[in-house]
């Protein structure tokens, strides 16, 4: 599925003078250009991912008050169940009639969570084949040679987990006019402007 084109790279090349004015200097004296991106950074705060992160959260919690009803239906069928004699043809009807439907509500449940897996999983990668084009398009326009990704987390002494991330990190320092997130962040605004607008709505 090619989600932007031509258009999306003239877009993207004008979105190149909003990045700071160090940015391509800082590169002019090193005999190896390099960059860094954060990635994750990326991915939480973009407002065109995280609207489609929302839309699935939306959809788990639209089934999820559709499962709760369906597992208080089944309850109260076995509850029923109490009613009839053990070994009765009602008895064995209604034992059925509890078996069948709990098997469909797993089955539903598993086609389900497989079903919400895909769509999360493809949001990540329709994403990330995004944000590694808007890589290569900076480092091809501004001659860099490597791009390295960093996380820009702040270590919090109060989360255990945020100190451990902080310690493992690759990258312990770099210069503020090598990162290239934001400039990545405004391709992707341009690309995914693009990709919806009023002409590719249309097909």
Do not use: C, W
């Not at 089955?107 to 949001?123: D, G, S, V």
């Not at 100190?163 to 990258?171: E, F, P």
């Amino acid at each position: 599925m090619r989600l932007f084109g031509k258009k999306a790279i003239q877009l993207a090349m004008v979105s190149l003078t909003l990045l700071a004015p160090g940015y391509a200097l800082a590169q002019e004296s090193a005999g190896h250009r390099i960059a860094v991106v954060d990635v994750a950074y990326i991915f939480k705060n973009h407002p065109g991912i995280k609207a489609q992160v929302e839309k699935v959260e939306s959809d788990l919690k639209a089934y999820d008050t559709e499962l709760q009803a369906k597992r208080e239906e089944l309850k109260q069928a076995a509850e029923q169940l109490k009613a009839f004699k053990v070994g009765s043809a009602e008895y064995a009807a209604q034992e059925e009639r509890v078996a069948s439907m709990e098997s469909k509500l797993r089955l539903e449940m598993a086609r389900k969570q497989k079903e919400l897996a895909e769509a999360e999983a493809k949001i990540y990668y329709n994403n990330y084949q995004l944000i590694a084009n808007g890589v290569k398009f900076l480092a091809g326009h501004y001659k860099i040679n490597l791009v390295l990704r960093y996380n820009s987390e702040e270590m919090t002494l109060e989360k255990s987990e945020s100190v451990i991330r902080g310690v493992m990190k690759n990258i312990v320092y770099h210069d503020e006019a090598l990162d290239m997130t934001k400039g990545v962040m405004q391709y992707l605004d341009q690309t995914m402007k693009t990709a919806t607008g009023p002409s590719n709505a249309k097909r």
